[in-house]
């Protein structure tokens, strides 16, 4: 076992990743036990959470009755907060991976261009490169994004998603 911390991401990819795999009331019956292994208990007073519909494993069971935990309400902020990109091409993956998975329902797209980029560079108050055009024909080349049919559109491709999912923050080599 090593003793290197995970970050917050991590540890829900890795619980999710285990919970997948498993039929729904074997999914709540491992979330008790990790929640009563931890000494969690948590609360079903949560007026502005969703329904339990919204996710398999969206419902804890507690000693109060359901939990609905919140699916993943971010905003590009805070995601790039999580996510601290070193790179414009990495900050363009996390804005193309929070396109097509947390972004609100109307602000979803899997296909993204260079005004994006300055839009939600803005909004995450990352700086703006000097030709933000060039961002994505070179994570392009890097092998983050594919092109899309129209010009100056690119999707993110597996390489993009993962990098953004599973291996940003970077973890420093001590």
């Known amino acids: 076992m090593t003793d290197k911390k995970k970050t917050l991401g991590q540890a829900i990819d890795q619980i999710i990743d285990a919970l997948n795999s498993l039929e729904q009331n074997a999914q709540k019956t491992a979330i008790e036990a990790a929640c009563s292994h931890l000494g969690i208990q948590p609360s079903s007073s949560h007026d502005d959470l969703l329904t339990p519909k919204s996710s398999p494993l969206a419902t ?34 996390v804005v193309a991976y929070f396109l097509q998975e947390l972004a609100p329902e109307a602000e979803r797209k899997d296909i993204i261009t260079a005004s994006d980029l300055e839009k939600y560079f803005k909004q995450a108050k990352f700086k703006l490169p000097k030709t933000i055009q060039q961002v994505l024909p070179d994570g392009r080349a890097a092998g983050y994004f594919e092109s899309a049919p129209g010009r100056g559109e690119y999707k993110l491709n597996a390489v993009g998603y993962n990098l953004v999912a599973h291996n940003l923050p970077k973890q420093r080599a001590d």
């Open 60 to 93: 804890l069971i507690s000693h109060e009755g359901p939990m609905v935990i919140p699916t993943q309400k971010i905003d590009i902020r805070t995601l790039k907060e999580q996510k601290q990109p070193k790179s414009a091409q990495q900050m363009a993956c």
